[in-house]
């Protein structure tokens, strides 16, 4: 069974340009949440999407965005990049949401986005 | 979600078990203890959960208080390839809305050859 692939795994951008990530939940799955890794902040909540519809929304500004399509599969964007958004971006599936109930949570390997 | 707290960093010999502790001690009824490790420059991956029973895998066994305040995960016979951190997370049980996983700053784990 294929686990959480996030595509593409590297990636460097400009400062001011955007960016769209892609993440195929594992088949079942209909929940996907978004996580930002930097070595300064940790793992960090980003947004979580189950049925396509946002659910729950961390603390990041509106320049990071994101959607579900019908299949589960997710997207998410960063519009006009600043250098601090350089980092690790994790995608994370489950069957149901996370506030759903003891069900377990997978990740992907990330999108390593650089920012220069 | 509970707060979690984990001793910053770990060692371990290769073949030794590795007992990695945490305290939850505002944990409440419904709330699970996960587990999960990050090898560099890799997503998390799952280890183990539980609620109030020892649960074992084939990864590891988690060993739950019995008030539920702490837990430790052990890891039987550690390898190289173990030297990861290692973050417990509590997890509200609730169909109510979250915010996601809180992950903390988890135990660096090293295991010596």
């Known amino acids: 069974k294929a686990g959480v692939t996030q595509t593409p795994r590297y990636l460097i951008k400009t400062r001011g340009q955007q960016v769209t990530l892609s993440c195929s939940p594992i088949s079942g799955h209909r929940s996907v949440s978004w996580y930002q890794q930097t070595p300064g902040q940790g793992l960090q909540f980003l947004f979580e999407?189950?049925?396509?519809?946002?659910?729950n929304k961390g603390n990041f500004p509106g320049r990071f965005s994101g959607r579900q399509f019908s299949n589960s599969r997710s997207e998410m964007n960063v519009s006009t990049l600043e250098l601090g958004d350089s980092a690790l971006y994790l995608c994370?599936?489950?069957?149901?949401?996370?506030?759903?109930?003891?069900?377990?949570?997978?990740f992907g390997e990330g999108s390593w986005l650089t920012v220069v | 979600d509970a707060k979690t707290t984990q001793p910053t960093s770990m060692d371990c010999a290769e073949g030794r078990a590795a007992n990695l502790p945490c305290n939850h001690s505002?944990?409440?009824?419904?709330?699970?203890v996960y587990w999960y490790r990050q090898i560099h420059s890799q997503g998390p991956q799952y280890i183990i959960h539980g609620l109030k029973n020892n649960e074992t895998n084939e990864m590891a066994s988690l060993i739950i208080t019995e008030d539920r305040k702490s837990s430790t995960l052990i890891l039987p016979h550690a390898t190289l390839r173990d030297t990861a951190v290692y973050y417990c997370i509590v997890r509200l049980y609730s169909g109510g809305g979250a915010d996601g996983l809180t992950f903390g700053k988890g135990t660096h784990l090293i295991i010596q050859p």
């Open positions: 994370a599936s489950s069957l149901v949401p996370p506030s759903g109930g003891g069900n377990t949570i997978y």
């Open positions: 999407y189950f049925s396509e519809t946002q659910r």
């Open positions: 505002t944990i409440s009824g419904n709330e699970y």
